[in-house]
């Protein structure tokens, strides 16, 4: 089976384009070379910037000479944090010293600089050349203090402290679960069952969206107006943050996202570098233009995923979970970012880990640890790739331990009855886990790759198979944020939706495309709703002055979220258009009704119709025969808000690999995905959705990893050092879609943006040692480089005295 199927039993659609693989209407203008791209913004007299950045890991900064920047030819000026006098990044918990210390990121570097690549002062120049030849010939001096660059050197008595007013430099200490019967559990299993103990640890990431991080920013006199065009998640949480900084009104800042090429989370927290550049536009009173070059982008930008996990589990006898005692460190790098703050890591895993399964009794423990690397920023999946990557090893190895088949210790174990309140006070809305498992599994069957497997083996080579079953918590809502603590609280949505003379429509939405195909499926949500062909809507977002406030697009909330939101708003001008056709119809409101296609129409008499453009024509242009009640205007405007816990989108994985014991190369044979997002509004997207994570899964598990020196000097400065997969690397996947509608959510859609990222990992890994499983060596650690498999089977063979198995 390849490509996209559905399973048997699929119920249908429901509406004309909700459900329909709608074309893309993005791409003729992106495919033909015609996006508006930050990097494509040229302004008379734009002027452009680089940053003179920290050239060691920790450090305090006892000089500056900038004399000789400010000298080369074309550099119009040089700045430093004193010049700005800029107010710092400072991102918030409302939680008790004891749990969370906050820490100040300033725009630029004071006293101090906490990871190579800080910014330490802004060259602005008439061009990119000769900004970079300013940098160049910038001095600054520093006393070395030491680099904290895991966690055995950050946790070590006589560690250099990043923050001072971080003691141990931890920013998060939280304990949230500690349930009764953790203890009489694992005394149960060690009688009768199991314990197992697995210590995980995956390795730092970076996002790598294709186009990096820009801003161009210009002061425009006529409105009194900052007007800051750069790609970003977030352009409101970018708007309050530039008025605080630079000390100005929210009115007097604009920020507008064109087309952007990625960002999966990296840009859903505000940088400081939009900052600097902005306030330099102010300060000159010109454009200024400032685009990440690659190695800035490695080595500087917000990274992600460095985190670690002892987990132990209890199981009684039968296979079945009965008590979770995990300890989760995430290396957060050196400042909490805006406006999640270093808690996001931690706080998400404590809350989730127990993820599919059911859990009776569980304990945890949390810390975010700063560290003298890049600042870290929520990365496609949050946490859920990690604590997935530990709750499968633990299913594994407890599987082993217990001489049940991997499938079967997780249909024991999963949850089937919904809804469904876990062990960590989260409801679980109806989902698919035993049947994306069951289905995931026929699959492998089916295709005879058990078989493929022990023929393999039979002739010494080692192919494996892997499973991963885990939820997506998406549309996460204000309630869940708030449980959290922020001082911040994402969650509702906005959107405005008004109808011209023609009767076609505009939508505005607080999300913020950058590759999800928005423009598409909130047009199809919207035509199902009025049934207006889709090239009658067009859909705008990315403007701070179009849409009151907005939280833009992370978390997989922009279908369960903005979605939601527009359909309000649809269904409202709806509401308007009905009452205007049944007064121009003369007739009752509750007996007319919009008829599909374009119009309103008689409930008593199909024949009894009125257009859209005979509305709007009345609306706008001969008002005086509107109803006394109706104000003359084609526009209505919604907010949602997901209750409760959210809603919960699932998924099981299966792999197939092949490992090569005289490389320790891996393969990837088969990649099989059972998925359930509720309604699909575009099979196509979210087909596209699905393996576009999958691919970035596969490179965290296999191929990425941003790795750094003792001294805290980044040592995968380039795509020589940092490994990224191919188009050759990363295999067909196939998708079987199951379809459980969401109750919390206007279009019954659950998000789909992580979950490929969240089930990759796990799935691979486990696959490997599948692949491994006569040679006495197991892995527990991501990525799993060659080198890495083939010094595990040196040391097996070590270990047993002789080097049979090994790659000898």
Not at 410 to 425: A, Q, S
Not at 613 to 621: C, G, K, M, P, Q
Request: aromatic content about 6%; proline content about 5%; hydrophobic content about 40%.
């Amino acid at each position: 089976m390849t490509g996209t199927e559905r399973a048997p039993g699929f119920d249908g659609r429901r509406g004309r384009w909700v459900g329909a693989s709608v074309p893309r209407r993005e791409d003729p203008r992106l495919l033909r070379g015609r996006g508006r791209f930050v990097g494509d913004i040229e302004l008379p007299g734009m002027l452009h910037v680089a940053f003179v950045r920290a050239s060691i890991a920790h450090g305090r900064i006892t000089a500056v000479d900038l004399s000789a920047a400010r000298a080369v030819e074309g550099v119009i000026a040089v700045y430093t944090a004193e010049d700005l006098a800029l107010g710092d990044i400072v991102a918030l918990l409302d939680r008790p010293p004891e749990e969370f210390t906050p820490t100040a990121m300033p725009v630029l570097a004071k006293d101090k600089v906490r990871f190579a690549g800080e910014p330490i002062a802004i060259v602005i120049a008439r061009d990119p050349y000769a900004a970079e030849d300013g940098v160049e010939a910038a001095v600054v001096d520093y006393e070395d203090l030491g680099a904290v660059v895991d966690e055995d050197s950050a946790f070590a008595p006589d560690a250099p402290l990043v923050h001072d007013e971080a003691s141990g430099n931890v920013l998060v200490d939280v304990s949230m679960f500690d349930t009764p019967g953790v203890d009489e559990a694992f005394t149960a299993a060690q009688r009768e069952g199991c314990v197992v103990d697995v210590t995980t640890r995956s390795g730092r990431q970076n996002a790598l969206p294709l186009e990096t991080r820009g801003v161009v920013a210009s002061w425009e006199e006529h409105d009194d107006q900052l007007l800051v065009q750069t790609c970003t998640q977030v352009p409101h949480q970018v708007r309050t943050v530039l008025a605080r900084s630079l000390k100005l009104a929210e009115r007097s800042v604009r920020v507008t996202v064109p087309d952007m090429g990625g960002g999966f989370g990296q840009k859903c927290v505000v940088g400081r570098e939009e900052i600097a550049v902005a306030a330099a536009a102010k300060r000159l009173g010109v454009p200024v233009k400032w685009v990440e070059d690659r190695a800035e982008a490695l080595t500087a930008a917000f990274l992600a995923r460095e985190q670690r996990y002892r987990t132990r589990a209890a199981f009684d006898a039968d296979g079945r979970i009965t008590a979770l005692d995990v300890d989760v460190v995430c290396d957060m790098g050196a400042y909490s970012c805006y406006p999640f703050t270093a808690g996001i890591e931690p706080l998400m895993a404590s809350a989730e880990m127990p993820g599919v399964y059911r859990v009776p009794a569980y304990r945890v423990h949390a810390r975010a640890m700063t560290s003298n690397k890049a600042p870290t920023a929520p990365y496609r999946g949050v946490s859920r790739p990690q604590y997935v990557l530990a709750m499968e090893r633990v299913m594994d190895r407890a599987g082993r331990e217990l001489g049940l088949d991997p499938v079967e210790i997780r249909r024991r174990n999963v949850i089937t009855e919904f809804p469904y309140t876990g062990i960590n006070n989260v409801t679980y809305d109806p989902g698919t886990y035993r049947e994306t498992l069951e289905l995931a599994e026929a699959t492998l069957r089916d295709e005879g790759w058990y078989r493929v497997r022990d023929e393999a083996a039979a002739r010494g080579r080692c192919v494996g198979i892997g499973y991963a079953c885990f939820s997506e918590r998406t549309g996460y809502g204000s309630g869940a944020f708030a449980q959290r603590k922020m001082r911040v609280v994402p969650g509702f949505d906005i959107s405005e939706i008004r109808m011209d003379t023609s009767g076609s429509v505009v939508v505005t939405s607080g999300t913020m495309n950058h590759g999800q195909s928005h423009e598409t499926t909130l047009a199809q949500i919207v035509a199902d709703r009025l049934g207006l062909p889709i090239e009658k809507i067009k859909l705008r977002q990315g403007d701070t002055e179009r849409i009151a406030y907005g939280w833009g697009t992370f978390a997989s909330r922009s279908a369960t979220i903005g979605g939601s939101a527009v359909s309000l708003a649809a269904g409202r001008l709806g509401e308007v258009l009905c009452a205007i056709g049944a007064h121009l119809l003369e007739t009752r409101r509750d007996n007319v009704a919009l008829d599909g296609d374009g119009g309103v129409v008689t409930l008593d008499d199909a024949e009894r119709r009125v257009s859209y453009e005979d509305i709007a024509d009345v609306a706008y242009l001969r008002s005086h025969l509107l109803p006394k009640d109706v104000e003359p205007t084609l526009t209505a405007t919604a907010s949602f808000d997901v209750p409760g816990d959210g809603t919960f989108s699932n998924a099981t994985h299966a792999v197939v690999v092949e490992l090569d014991r005289d490389t320790g190369q891996v393969s990837i044979l088969r990649y099989a995905c059972a998925e359930d997002c509720g309604v699909l509004i575009n099979p196509k997207v979210v087909d596209g959705q699905c393996r576009g994570g999958i691919a970035q899964g596969i490179a965290g598990a296999l191929f990425e990893e941003v790795t750094y020196a003792d001294n805290g000097e980044p040592s995968a400065a380039s795509f020589i050092d940092y490994l990224v997969p191919t188009a050759t690397e990363i295999p067909d996947v196939s998708i079987t879609h199951l379809e459980t509608p969401s109750g919390f959510t206007e279009n019954g859609a659950k998000g789909v943006g992580e979950g490929g990222t969240i089930g990759a990992p796990a799935a691979v890994l486990n696959a490997v040692n599948d692949a491994l499983r006569d040679t006495g060596v197991e892995l527990d650690t991501t990525p799993v480089h060659p080198e890495v498999v083939l010094d595990a089977l040196d040391g097996a063979a070590d270990t047993a005295g002789t080097k049979e198995g090994s790659r000898w």
